[in-house]
């Protein structure tokens, strides 16, 4: 997966093109403020995989059922 950078700024001027290319392209963000990265956007296709994945045994088996 592709990791783009952004700054707040960014976000807040394009917020629906950088949704669109993490949405569509599959494109990970990271979000910046002052130089530090404080947030990531992901598909969400692929964190709810990520989820799933760290669930415990007993929970996925009780969500199959």
């Known amino acids: 997966?592709?990791?783009r950078t952004y700054t707040t700024i960014d976000l807040r001027k394009a917020l629906g093109e950088?949704?669109?290319r993490t949405?569509?392209?599959g494109e990970a963000a990271a979000?910046?403020?002052k130089g530090?990265?404080?947030a990531y956007l992901v598909p969400a296709?692929?964190?709810e995989q990520q989820q799933?994945?760290?669930q415990p045994a007993s929970e996925a088996d009780q969500d199959a059922a």
């Open 52 to 54: 799933v994945a760290q």
């Open 31 to 33: 979000i910046t403020r």
């Open 1 to 3: 997966m592709q990791l």
């Open 23 to 25: 949405r569509i392209a």
């Open 45 to 47: 296709e692929w964190f």
């Open 18 to 20: 950088i949704l669109d």
């Open 36 to 38: 530090k990265t404080v």
